[in-house]
């Protein structure tokens, strides 16, 4: 059965408080320089050296995308979990990944 856009926005927004809640958790425990904004459908979490990623939703294609300075990328939410496009990876890890290597911060998520 098809996700409807109320499902769709409940799973990106907890997805989006779980980022939120990791990053405030690495500030505290690393004294982490990152800045996190969440406005309407877009999660933009700046680093030290202004680069950027960007998360946002895309409602009218149930997905979320994501800019990193590396490239960018589409998930949908697949079999329970939000998957890749292109290659199958899973958002949460690829987050983590991309923190790390665009910031040089770890989070757990």
Known sequence: M????????????????????AIEVAIDEQ??????????????????DTSKIVINKQEP???VWVATKFGGYHFSFIEGKWTDERNGGEFMPFVIDSILKQGGIQISL
């Open 61 to 63: 294609l149930h997905q």
């Open 2 to 21: 098809a996700m409807t856009d109320t499902e769709f926005h409940q799973l990106a927004d907890d997805m989006f408080q779980a980022i939120d809640n």
């Open 31 to 48: 004294d982490a320089d990152i800045d996190i904004d969440a406005s309407g459908n877009v999660l933009q979490i700046t680093f030290e």
